[in-house]
């Protein structure tokens, strides 16, 4: 009962990184658990095979945040009583998030930028 006190008064960005914590700490576990049963390169190659998958799973993500933007800025700018001129340049923010998201996908998370300066200092 106490526990559920302390959640009601938290904000929902506060409630939205305590799950994010437990979360990154539940797949921490299992990926540590995961590895003192199978040796690493099975595990390479699970994670290889598991690729594209992951990948489908993140554009959805970033389908589904581009999708719901607005809804969710509206939703905030309700919640914390925002003016219509920060309502208005939360939504057109929209894009610029998107793009930034999707050049960190191509750049860091696809491996652009390391192939390149891997092919850059290359004897």
């Given at each position: 009962m106490r526990i559920a006190?302390?959640?009601s008064r938290l904000s929902p960005f506060w409630f939205g990184m305590a799950i994010l914590a437990m979360l990154i700490i539940l797949v921490g576990i299992g990926m540590a658990t995961w590895q003192l049963f199978e040796n690493p390169k099975a595990i390479q190659g699970h994670l290889d095979t598991a690729k594209?998958?992951?990948?489908?799973?993140?554009?959805?993500l970033l389908a589904l945040l581009i999708t719901l933007w607005p809804r969710l800025m509206a939703g905030f700018g309700q919640h914390y009583r925002w003016s219509s001129e920060?309502?208005?340049?939360?939504?057109?923010?929209?894009?610029?998030?998107?793009?930034?998201l999707a050049v960190v996908e191509v750049g860091l998370i696809q491996g652009v930028i390391g192939t390149?300066?891997?092919?850059?200092?290359?004897d």
């Open positions: 006190a302390h959640f594209s998958y992951l990948f489908g799973w993140r554009m959805l920060k309502l208005h340049f939360a939504l057109s923010w929209r894009w610029r998030a998107a793009l930034w390149f300066l891997r092919y850059l200092f290359q």
